[in-house]
T-cell receptor, first 115, second 114 residues
């Protein structure tokens, strides 16, 4: 596609429910990243994919967070048993590869509100 | 661990005045350096980046930044502010050899006064 797309744009859920956030990267981009942006703070790296594999999961805040990528394209970030502190904007980015010249392009984000 | 400091959560300048947004990083080894802009209700957009070569980097919309190794800084400037520059600006770095993970500053909201 022309850019990175994310869905839904907004998600309101109740504490304890599971949520799935979707990211559709730019066509042909092999690398995909998830970040979290909390109010008044910078971005927090969560996880990245090279193809379908995630070599580094150390940024995931807890074992309630998981992510997968299938077919080297769409990725889903799942948060189980959501807590109020999970409320944030979740941003996805993709890049052609992992070379120093490969820019990360960001989607518009999903704003998650946990009541 | 690498960290990024942006001085001032809010910066206010008059239209036509110089814009200066400050960014300092902590690593002793020069990282790759980035400035991103986030307009209201929009995604992050790359303004400019430094990887190697010339230390003065020109970006989109008239912005530029200079990498100063001795000061571990990568400040963003624009000679003359425009109302359309009102946005939040983020500085980010990635360690050489680990360029998949961007470390971000907290952001600076630029306010343009008419």
């Amino acid at each position: 596609g022309a850019g990175v797309s994310q869905s839904p744009s907004n998600k309101v859920t109740e504490k304890g429910k599971d949520v799935e956030l979707r990211c559709d990267p730019i066509s042909g981009h092999t690398a995909l990243y998830w970040y979290r942006q909390s109010l008044g703070q910078g971005l927090e790296f969560l996880i990245y994919f090279q193809g379908n594999s995630a070599p580094d999961k150390s940024g995931l805040p807890s074992d309630r967070f998981s992510a997968e990528r299938t077919g080297g394209s769409v990725s889903t970030l799942t948060i189980q048993r959501t807590q109020q502190e999970d409320s944030a904007v979740y941003l996805c980015a993709s890049s052609r590869g992992l070379a120093e010249t490969d820019t990360q392009y960001f989607g518009p984000g999903t704003r998650l509100t946990v009541l | 661990a690498q960290s990024v400091t942006q001085l001032g959560s809010h910066v206010s300048v008059s239209e036509g005045a110089l814009v200066l947004l400050r960014c300092n990083y902590s690593s002793s080894v020069p990282p790759y350096l980035f400035w991103y802009v986030q307009y209201p209700n929009q995604g992050l957009q790359l303004l400019l980046k430094y990887t190697t070569g010339a230390t003065l980097v020109k970006g989109i919309n008239g912005f530029e930044a200079e990498f100063k190794k001795s000061e571990t800084s990568f400040h963003l400037t624009k000679p003359s502010a425009h109302m359309s520059d009102a946005a939040e600006y983020f500085c980010a770095v990635s360690d050489r050899g680990s360029n998949y993970q961007l470390i971000w500053g907290a952001g600076t909201k630029l306010i343009i006064k008419p």
